[in-house]
């Protein structure tokens, strides 16, 4: 039983990789960013320059749109996450792993809540 156990424990570290990678490269080929989402009407109104816009995104290491540069980040945020640095909500300007912490416990409290109900 240990055996299987522990062959299930492997294998899920491979899958988890694997959906992280898909992910990660889902999400950095999408055709707009958060920045440029967050900044378009500053930039229409001329408040800041293309320039600045791309020293943000150089900043949080999503400028290189190239395939070493997605390599590159990917692993950089991957290694960041074993570290436990789970990077700046954009959304919030907040530390990734607070605004987890802060909004865990409703998550929990569904969980619970539905596995009463099916017992």
């Known amino acids: 039983m240990l055996k299987y156990i522990l062959k299930r424990l492997f294998i899920s570290v491979f899958v988890l990789l694997?959906?992280?990678?898909?992910?990660?490269?889902?999400?950095?080929?999408?055709?707009?960013?958060?920045?440029?989402?967050?900044?378009?009407?500053?930039?229409?109104?001329?408040?800041?320059?293309?320039?600045?816009?791309?020293e943000f995104k150089n900043q949080y290491g999503i400028g290189d749109t190239s395939f070493k540069g997605l390599v590159n980040g990917y692993f950089t945020w991957l290694g960041n996450m074993l570290q436990g640095d789970m990077g700046t909500s954009f959304k919030y300007e907040k530390p990734v792993a607070e605004v987890i912490g802060d909004n865990m416990w409703v998550s929990f409290a569904i969980g619970v809540i539905a596995t009463i109900l099916q017992f």
Request: glycine residues 6%; hydrophobic residues 40%; proline residues 3%.
């Open 18 to 54: 694997g959906v992280s990678i898909i992910i990660y490269t889902l999400v950095r080929m999408m055709p707009n960013d958060y920045l440029d989402i967050k900044f378009s009407s500053q930039l229409q109104q001329g408040t800041i320059t293309q320039e600045q816009l791309a």
